[in-house]
C-alpha cells in the first residue's frame, strides 16, 4: 500500500474527526473547560495537612500553668480551641456531633501535680472516625505535651535523643505538592476515556459507521484516525493544566517539563486505546458508558493517588502494574517533586509504553472483526 | 399542576420497571456493581501504614545505637533493607523510591546518651507523600522518645513531668477500614443512583418517545417521579446489602439504628437521583448525559464529600460547594451509624439538608423538562 496515500486518508479522518468535535460545543466544553474548572476546584480540595483541628477543652483546674498548657496547643497551628466547658459531658457531645475532633481535658490538681515526683496528666480523646488525622494528631498532641514537660522541667538540654527530622523533596511536607500533579493525571485519563469509549460505539448506534466501512480505510488507519484528534486534545489539555498547577497553585516542578511531556504521549494512548477498545467491544453507548465506569472506579482506587500501593495487599499490587495510571502518577509525581530523571523512570515509561502499544493492538484487531 | 395520581404515578413506575427489565446488563450493574466494587475496595485499600522502607547509617557501631534499630525493627512499622556505609548513599535510594526513611546514627552517638547530653539522631523522609512522611515521623518519634525515657530513667529524674493519655474513640485500633467502607458506600451510591437515572428522559428523546410520554395524561412530576421510583428501589436495596457486607465481611461496627440509616439513605437516594434526572432532562442525549454525570458525581464524590480530604481545612469558596454534594451528608450518616452510633439528633441537620436537596433536584428536573416540551 501506498504510504503516502495512506497518511492523506488518515489526515482526511482526522480532519473529518475535527470538524465534528467542532460542531459540537458541548463537547468542546468537555475538553477544554472542564479539566481547568476541575483542577481549580480539586487542587484547592486534596489537602490531607492536619492543622486547625477543632479542639474541645475542658479544664478542670483553671490554673496559670494549664492555661499556658492549652496555649502551646494552639500556638502549635495544628490544635483550634472551637469550645470550652466544666462538664465532661459536652466533650462526648462536641465529639458526637463531630463539633470537635480532638478533647483535652485537664484534670483538677495538674498545677500541683506538675512539682510532684509522680508528675501531671492530662487526657487527649480522638475521634477515630477519620483514622489518618486521628493518628496524626494524636502525634502531634502528645509531641507538644512533651515540649511543655521538658519547658517546665527547664532543665536546659535534657539528654536523651534529640531527633532532627529532614523530609525531603518537599521540605514543608505540603500535601497539595504531592496531590495536585496526581489531579493532573486523574482527570487526563478521565477526559481520555469519556471522549474515545463512546466513539465508535456512537458510530454504530447513529449508522455512520457502515460509511466508514466501505471508505477504503483499513482498521489501523481508522483507529489511527480516531485517536490522533483526541491525542491532540489529550496534550492540549495537559499544558493547559500543568501551567495551572505551577502558576496557579504554585507547585514546585523540579523536573524536565520535556520529559513529562514525553511521557504524557505513552499515558495518552493508553487512555485513548482503553477507551477505543471499550468501543468496540460494546454493542450500545449505554453499555460503553458502564464498562468505561467500571473500569474507571479501580484505576483511580489502585493507582496510589488516595491510597499508598505500598499499603495495598500483594495481589492487589501486582494488579496495579496493568494500570497506566499507576505508572504515570510515579512519573508525574517523580518529576514534579524530586526532579527525578529518565534514569530513574526508565521503568515506568517502558510500562506506559508497553501497556498502550497493547490495548491499540488489541482495540485495532477487535475493530477488524466488527466490522468483519 | 394536579395533585399526583397514584395509578398513573404506578403505570409509569412499571413502564420504567419493564424497560430496565427487559435490559438485563444495566440491571446486573445495578445490583451487582456496587457490592462488587465494596468488595474489592474493602479489601485493596487501606491507609495503615506498615513495612515502612528503612535504611541505617549507623557511624557509631555501638550498643546503644544496635538497642535504637531494634527498637525500630522491634515496633513492627519498619522493614530494614539497606545499610549503607556513608549518608551520602540514602539520597539515591530515596529517589528511586526504595527508602521512605533514613536513619543516621553519628559518631559519638552512645557517649552522648550516656553521658546525659542531647545525643543528636537525623532522620531523614520522602516528604514528596506528605500524609505517610507525618505518620512515617510521627512513628519514629514515639520509638525514640520511647527508648530515650528507658535510658534517661536508668540517670537524672526529670523534674517536672506531664503525659498526655490518649484515647481514641469510635474506632479504637485506628483502622482505616473502618473508616473507609462506610464512606465507599456513600461515595459509590451517590455516583452510581446519578448515572442510573441520567439515562432515563434522555434516553426518550432519543428514541422519539418523549412526544408520546408528554401525551399521556401524566403530569411531567408523575413522569419525574415514576420514573425514579424502579431505580429508588435498587438503590436502597443496594445500601442494605452493602452494610450488610461491610458488618459480615469486613467487620466494620454497626452501632446505629438501621431503622434511621434506611430511611436517611432514602432521603439521599431520592436527592441524588434527582439529580440524575436534571441532568437527563438538561442533557436530552444519553451520550452527553452520562458524561455530565460522570464530570458531576465522579471526582465530586471522592474529593469534596469529605471521604479523603477533610472539608474543614478547605478553602471557604470550595467549602461551598461541598454543600452541593450529597455525599457529603450521607457520609457524615454512614459514619455516624457505623461508628460513632449517634441519632437523630445529631443527624437531623443532615437528614434536613438530603431532603432540601432532593426537593430542589425534582423541582429543577420537572421545570427543565416542561421548559422543553413546550
Known amino acids: ?372 | 399542576m394536579s395533585p399526583i395520581n397514584a395509578m398513573r404515578l404506578g403505570a409509569i413506575a412499571r413502564k420504567e420497571a419493564i424497560q430496565l427489565r427487559r435490559d438485563p446488563r444495566s440491571l446486573i450493574l445495578a445490583f451487582l456493581l456496587p457490592v462488587a466494587l465494596l468488595i474489592l475496595f474493602g479489601y485493596a485499600i487501606t491507609w495503615d501504614i506498615d513495612d515502612i522502607p528503612l535504611a541505617v547509617v549507623d557511624c557509631d557501631h555501638s550498643a546503644r545505637s544496635r538497642e535504637l534499630v531494634g527498637a525500630f525493627l522491634a515496633s513492627g512499622y519498619f522493614s530494614l533493607v539497606a545499610r549503607p556505609d556513608r549518608a551520602a548513599d540514602l539520597g539515591g535510594d530515596l529517589d528511586r523510591g526504595r527508602i521512605q526513611l533514613g536513619l543516621v546514627i553519628p559518631v559519638g552517638f552512645a557517649a552522648d546518651l550516656d553521658a546525659g547530653r542531647a545525643a543528636p539522631l537525623q532522620a531523614i523522609v520522602d516528604g514528596s507523600d506528605a500524609n505517610t512522611a507525618t505518620i512515617i515521623l510521627a512513628y519514629s518519634e514515639a520509638i525514640v522518645r520511647c527508648y530515650s525515657a528507658q535510658i534517661l530513667l536508668h540517670g537524672v529524674q526529670p523534674l517536672a513531668l506531664v503525659t498526655a493519655q490518649s484515647r481514641v474513640w469510635y474506632n479504637e485500633e485506628l483502622t482505616s477500614r473502618n473508616m473507609i467502607v462506610p464512606g465507599l458506600v456513600a461515595v459509590i451510591m451517590m455516583i452510581i443512583a446519578a448515572m442510573l437515572t441520567s439515562l432515563t428522559i434522555a434516553r426518550e428523546w432519543e428514541r422519539g418517545t418523549m412526544e408520546q410520554l408528554a401525551a399521556t395524561p401524566a403530569s411531567r412530576l408523575e413522569i419525574v417521579l415514576g420514573k425514579l421510583l424502579p431505580y429508588l428501589i435498587i438503590g436502597l436495596i443496594d445500601v442494605v446489602a452493602c452494610s450488610f457486607l461491610g458488618v459480615l465481611l469486613f467487620g466494620v461496627p454497626f452501632r446505629g439504628s438501621p431503622l434511621l440509616m434506611f430511611i436517611l439513605s432514602f432521603f439521599f437516594l431520592c436527592g441524588v437521583l434527582g439529580l440524575g434526572m436534571f441532568i437527563s432532562a438538561v442533557a436530552k442525549s444519553q451520550l452527553l448525559a452520562t458524561q455530565m454525570a460522570m464530570v458531576a458525581t465522579f471526582l465530586p464524590a471522592y474529593l469534596l464529600s469529605g471521604f479523603m480530604f477533610a472539608i474543614d481545612v478547605m478553602p471557604t469558596v470550595l467549602r461551598g460547594i461541598t454543600f452541593i454534594v450529597p455525599a457529603r451528608y450521607f457520609l457524615v450518616v454512614t459514619r455516624g451509624l457505623f461508628l460513632k452510633g449517634v441519632g437523630i439528633n445529631v443527624l437531623f441537620l443532615q437528614g434536613l439538608l438530603m431532603i432540601a436537596f432532593a426537593a430542589i433536584g425534582f423541582f429543577l428536573a420537572v421545570r427543565v423538562f416542561r421548559k422543553e416540551l413546550a
Open chain 1, 1 to 372: 500500500m501506498n504510504p503516502r496515500a495512506r497518511y492523506g486518508r488518515i489526515f482526511e479522518m482526522v480532519r473529518k474527526e475535527f470538524l465534528q468535535i467542532r460542531r459540537d460545543p458541548r463537547l468542546w466544553r468537555v475538553i477544554v473547560f472542564a479539566p481547568m474548572v476541575q483542577l481549580i476546584v480539586f487542587g484547592y480540595a486534596v489537602s490531607t495537612d492536619v492543622r486547625n483541628t477543632k479542639t474541645f477543652v475542658v479544664d478542670h483546674d483553671r490554673t496559670q500553668a494549664s492555661r499556658e498548657l492549652i496555649e502551646t496547643l494552639t500556638a502549635s497551628g495544628y490544635f483550634r480551641v472551637t469550645g470550652r466547658s466544666d462538664r465532661p459531658a459536652d466533650l462526648v457531645r462536641a465529639l458526637d456531633h463531630a463539633d470537635a475532633v480532638v478533647g483535652l481535658e485537664i484534670p483538677a490538681g495538674f498545677a500541683r501535680d506538675l512539682t510532684r515526683a509522680g508528675g501531671a496528666q492530662v487526657q487527649v480523646l480522638l475521634d477515630g472516625t477519620n483514622s489518618n488525622v486521628a493518628t496524626v494528631a494524636r502525634g502531634y498532641a502528645e509531641r507538644i505535651v512533651q515540649d511543655y514537660a521538658a519547658r517546665i522541667a527547664r532543665q536546659g538540654t535534657m539528654g536523651g535523643i534529640d531527633l532532627r527530622e529532614r523530609p525531603w523533596f518537599n521540605p514543608d511536607l505540603a500535601s497539595r505538592n504531592y496531590n495536585v500533579p496526581a489531579v493532573v493525571g486523574v482527570i487526563i485519563m478521565l477526559v481520555c476515556l469519556l471522549l474515545t469509549s463512546l466513539a465508535v460505539v456512537r458510530e454504530r448506534e447513529i449508522g455512520t459507521l457502515e460509511q466508514l466501512m466501505v471508505s477504503p480505510l483499513s482498521p489501523g488507519e481508522l483507529i489511527a484516525g480516531k485517536t490522533i484528534p483526541f491525542g491532540i486534545f489529550g496534550l492540549f489539555d495537559f499544558v493547559a493544566v500543568i501551567t495551572v498547577a505551577v502558576l496557579w497553585f504554585k507547585i514546585p516542578f523540579a523536573g524536565n517539563a520535556a520529559l513529562m511531556l514525553l511521557a504524557s504521549v505513552p499515558f495518552l494512548l493508553s487512555g485513548l486505546g482503553i477507551g477505543l477498545l471499550i468501543s468496540t467491544v460494546s454493542s450500545t453507548q449505554q453499555e460503553a458508558f458502564m464498562v468505561t465506569f467500571l473500569i474507571f472506579m479501580p484505576t483511580i482506587l489502585l493507582s496510589g493517588f488516595m491510597f499508598p500501593v505500598s499499603s495495598m495487599p500483594s495481589a492487589f499490587q501486582w494488579l496495579t502494574l496493568l494500570n497506566p495510571l499507576r505508572h504515570y502518577l510515579e512519573i508525574v509525581r517523580g518529576v514534579f517533586l524530586k526532579g527525578a530523571g529518565a534514569g530513574a523512570l526508565w521503568l515506568q515509561f517502558l510500562a506506559l509504553t508497553l501497556i498502550g502499544a497493547f490495548v491499540l493492538t488489541v482495540a485495532s484487531r477487535r475493530f477488524r472483526k466488527t466490522i468483519a
